[in-house]
């Protein structure tokens, strides 16, 4: 054999492959596909996530997650990045929605969808939109939100909402500004800003923006008009105006209404507000839906309370007596046995306000409200219930009226009187009926003895059961007048009522 050979090595050449592309990752279901994750504006993305959220929460830490990334940390027993102190386990934080930013995602995430389907998928950066333009601006309005100025944000997002003029925007703004003025009673005193309230005028007095828009701004109002301190604020800013329209519409729009009549009913609480919202108009559609038998209970409820506290001012009284209808719908409404017992009683409870001023004395007497309450105290099923108000507009009307006395005998209203006055127990009203009583027999001021010696006085009685002539003349008239009133009120003064409930 020969020698060994050796070996040679033979280099060849060699060709490294390109590295493979970089696979895109996958898309959250909120975006569209043809949208790049770094077009996402940051503020969007959960931070342990990395994607948009979609019920974004706020922590002590001042830093927005994802409410399913916070709870599963929190079964997890393990704090979120960037909490310090307490975690989301121990049950010391509780989380804080942060719609504002919520409500931005979803505005955004809306116009990049419907822009992206309209336009082409090669279009280059400077093809932005004037959509995408005020989508980026909303996200950078919502840049590192902290506790304690989500309702700032809130505020300053419904009024450029209001401002842009978009219709969804404007939508989704009121319905955000809503559930925020639902949350807490900080916040609601937090939003009252001037900003906002001419914001939501300006929603309220805009025919163009849609009935949902419209309710949404006018419960955001009703909620503010439950703190005490954003009462006169809102009646400064000019929301009356705007709140009377909305209620004027009817069965129109019957969430708006019904709204409408609750934010007046909590800006008529302040006595200071009183006489300025009825010189603004509102009384006439309080009355309107306080007698429509087609409005929601609660808007009725909520008009009858408005009218009651309303009707304490002096000037709202003399509106409510020159009004057209006015005396005669109340009237109708507080003697109809179908209408609801709290409804009638609210009807006779603006009742006995008017009746405090000369104007409104006329203007029952009028429409029959002497012949009315006497026929309630009598025959009515409920007159239990409504005994104390009848009484108390029958005393109202007694003052200083010569007329009253008059229509009193006529209608029979002695006799509930003197049973009122002589077997309810000790109160106001019992002495409400004595008055009345005296002012209809025109006795005056007695002191001591009690009613019955004005029906069943002293009787001498012989055979033929006459009356003596030693019987005071004044005293023969009360026992006469002592008789059953009519089961039914005269034509002239019977009044049908024309609300169903």
């Not at 822009?115 to 093809?127: G, K, L, N, P, Q």
């Not at 849609?210 to 701004?217: E, H, K, L, Q, V």
């Not at 029906?455 to 026992?479: F, I, K, Q």
Request: proline share 7%; net charge neutral; with cysteine.
């Amino acid at each position: 054999m020969g020698a060994a050979r050796a070996w040679r090595w033979k280099l060849l050449p060699f060709h490294s492959r390109p590295p493979p592309p970089p696979t895109t990752p996958s898309l959250p279901a909120t975006l569209s596909p043809v949208d790049k994750e770094e077009d996402v504006p940051r503020e969007f993305l959960c931070p342990i996530l990395g994607a948009p959220m979609s019920d974004p929460v706020i922590l002590p830490s001042g830093r927005t997650y994802e409410r399913a990334c916070i709870q599963a940390c929190a079964e997890l027993s393990v704090s979120p990045p960037g909490v310090e102190g307490d975690s989301p386990a121990s049950g010391g934080v509780v989380p804080i929605p942060n719609d504002a930013l919520g409500a931005a995602i979803r505005t955004w995430s809306a116009r990049a969808s419907a822009a992206s389907t309209s336009s082409s998928s090669s279009r280059s950066s400077s093809e932005i939109t004037a959509v995408e333009q005020l989508d980026m601006a909303c996200a950078k309005e919502t840049k590192s939100l902290r506790v304690g100025e989500g309702e700032e944000e809130v505020g300053q997002l419904s009024v450029k909402a209001v401002g842009g003029g978009d219709e969804w925007e404007v939508e989704s703004a009121m319905a955000a500004l809503r559930r925020a003025t639902r949350e807490s009673a900080p916040r609601r005193r937090a939003l009252c800003v001037p900003q906002l309230l001419a914001a939501l005028r300006r929603v309220l007095l805009s025919a163009r923006h849609s009935a949902a828009a419209r309710a949404d701004a006018t419960a955001a109002l009703a909620n503010l008009s439950l703190e005490p301190e954003n009462r006169v604020p809102i009646v400064r800013a000019g929301a009356v105006p705007a709140l009377v329209e909305v209620a004027s519409l009817g069965a129109a729009a019957p969430e708006a209404c019904e709204h409408a009549a609750g934010a007046l009913f909590g800006l008529a609480l302040h006595e200071g507000n009183r006489a300025a919202i009825g010189v603004l108009g509102a009384l006439p559609p309080l009355l309107a839906l306080l007698t429509a038998g087609d409005q929601a209970p609660r808007a009725r409820r909520d008009a009858g309370m408005a009218l009651l506290h309303l009707s304490l001012a002096a000037v709202n009284q003399s509106k409510l007596a020159r009004a057209p209808g006015a005396a005669k719908n109340l009237l109708s409404i507080s003697s109809d046995s179908n209408e609801p017992l709290p409804i009638r009683r609210l009807a006779l409870m603006v009742i006995c306000n008017v009746a405090a001023c000369a104007e409104g004395r006329t203007a029952l007497m009028d429409a029959g409200a002497v012949a009315t309450f006497s026929v309630i105290l009598s025959n009515d099923a409920h007159r239990s219930e409504l005994q104390e108000c009848c009484v108390a507009a029958l005393y109202d009307m007694s003052k200083g009226s010569p007329r009253f006395r008059g229509l009193a005998r006529a209608a029979g209203a002695d006799r509930p009187l003197i049973l009122i006055a002589e077997q309810a127990d000790p109160g106001v009203h019992k002495d409400m009926a004595r008055k009345a009583l005296r002012a209809m027999l025109g006795l005056g001021d007695i002191n001591g003895g009690g009613l019955h010696d004005f029906s069943n006085s002293e009787r001498n009685d012989d055979d033929s059961g006459t009356m003596a002539s030693s019987l005071p003349v004044r005293r023969r008239r009360a026992a006469s007048w002592g008789a059953p009133p009519a089961s039914k009120l005269s034509s002239s003064h019977h009044w049908r009522s024309v609300c169903i409930d």
